[in-house]
Each structure stands twice: as structure tokens, then as C-alpha cells.
């Protein structure tokens, strides 16, 4: 059974930094691109970031470039996003979400919060 | 950036009756190599994470149920629910995924009547 479980989330000051993890369990993670996706307290849904299975190809939304980081350890089939210079507005759920042959796959994990406040 | 924008914002249905919930894009999401539409449908419940009902547009995904359908092609797509059942009540977001950003729609509100 395929599994994405992220971890990480918590409350953290403006200007601070947090790293999220996305482990995945119950299929092959080093052939599969995958993305982070966030959604802010009772709104829609936004992309954050993609990476390809090689980690050769990498995208972020405008509102985190330079801020964000995302990466993965095939080894260990673990995803990461590396927040800095946290902002109120980074303030959401935060998914990660698997891609297969071009095309989002129905595999998703259940999210982990992060509040960013003072 | 691709802008996505769906109609209506919010909708009503009687339970048994069509729900129909339209999807444009700001330019074409259709690859002409492969004639695949780069457009996904979700079904978000409350506390729960995203459910991908449709991809390319219009193959619905493993396990659900035959009365989601996806149409369109281009610029201009249609979600269906042939037949409203009360577990369909939801909010329902198109993506497309042919560029990034991956962009969403800002969502459609379904509802009983």
C-alpha cells in the first residue's frame, strides 16, 4: 500500500526556519517525481514545489523561491522542504504529493500544520 | 502563469439530480504531442487531504465511483456527478500540471439542497 507520511509541522516564529519531511512507504520512491503542496486555514490549494525522481529537475512557486528548499534522499525515500525566513502567509497544512507519468497520481499524504506567529 | 477558474464558486444540488462544475484555464493545457489534457479534479472533505477524482482530464482514478466523469479539452473543462449522493458534499478544485506552478482553481463549494 502506497503511504506518504509527513512530519515536521509545528509553531514557529516569523524569520524562522522549520524542515518538513515527507517519508513514503509501499512503492519504488526513487522512480516518482513529487511535490509539496500547501493549504492556508480555510483556503484553496496551492503548489509549492517539485522535484524530479533524480532530484536533476526543481521548481518553486514565486512565493517561496529563495526561501524554500526541497529535496529527497532516495536512500532513506524520504522527501524534504527546508523553510526559511518563515512568513505569517507560509502559514498552512502542508501536503506531499506523488506524480506518475506526467500526471498526479491519487497518492497524497495526510499533512502536517505549520503556524508561523509571534 | 497558467490562472484556473472554476464555476461556480458554490453550488446546490438535490440529492439524485446532475452536478455540473465548470473549469477554465488561462491558456491551453492540451500537449500536442501526446493530445493529453494536463488537467486533474480533487474532492477535498473537511480535515482530510485532497482526493484525485480525474486525471488527464477526463480517466477517472482507481475506486471512484462511475458517476464522476471529467470532460473538455483545451481551455474549457467539465466535472459531472451524474447522480448527487449526500457523501458527495465536498469542495471540488481542478489543477492543471502541463506548467508550473501547478495551479488550482480557487475551488467550488458543492452542497445538498
Known amino acids: 500500500e502506497v503511504q506518504l507520511v509527513e512530519s515536521g509541522g509545528g509553531l514557529v516564529q516569523p524569520g524562522g526556519s522549520l524542515r518538513l519531511s515527507c517519508e513514503a512507504s509501499g512503492f519504488t520512491f526513487s522512480t516518482y517525481s513529487m511535490n509539496w503542496v500547501r493549504q492556508a486555514p480555510g483556503k484553496g490549494l496551492e503548489w509549492v514545489s517539485y522535484i524530479s525522481s533524480s532530484s536533476s529537475t526543481i521548481y518553486y512557486a514565486d512565493s517561496v523561491k529563495g526561501r524554500f528548499t526541497i529535496s529527497r534522499d532516495n536512500a532513506k525515500n524520504s522527501l524534504y522542504l527546508q523553510m526559511n525566513s518563515l512568513r505569517d502567509e507560509d502559514t498552512a497544512v502542508y501536503y506531499c504529493?506523488?506524480?506518475?507519468?506526467?500526471?498526479?497520481?491519487?497518492?497524497w499524504g495526510q499533512g502536517t500544520l505549520v503556524t508561523v506567529s509571534s | 502563469d497558467i490562472v484556473m477558474t472554476q464555476s461556480p464558486d458554490s453550488l446546490a444540488v438535490s440529492l439524485g439530480e446532475r452536478a455540473t462544475i465548470n473549469c477554465k484555464s488561462s491558456q491551453s493545457v492540451l500537449y500536442s504531442s501526446n493530445s493529453k489534457n494536463y488537467l486533474g479534479w480533487y474532492q477535498q472533505k473537511p480535515g482530510q487531504p485532497p482526493k484525485l477524482l480525474i486525471y488527464?482530464?477526463?480517466t477517472r482514478e482507481s475506486g471512484v465511483p462511475d458517476r464522476f466523469s471529467g470532460s473538455g479539452s483545451g481551455t474549457d473543462f467539465t466535472l459531472t456527478i451524474s447522480s448527487l449522493q449526500a457523501e458527495d458534499v465536498a469542495v471540488y478544485y481542478c489543477q492543471q500540471y502541463y506548467s508550473t506552478p501547478h495551479t488550482f482553481g480557487q475551488g467550488t463549494k458543492l452542497e445538498i439542497k
Open positions: 488527464w482530464a477526463s
Open positions: 504529493a506523488r506524480m506518475k507519468s506526467g500526471s498526479y497520481s491519487g497518492h
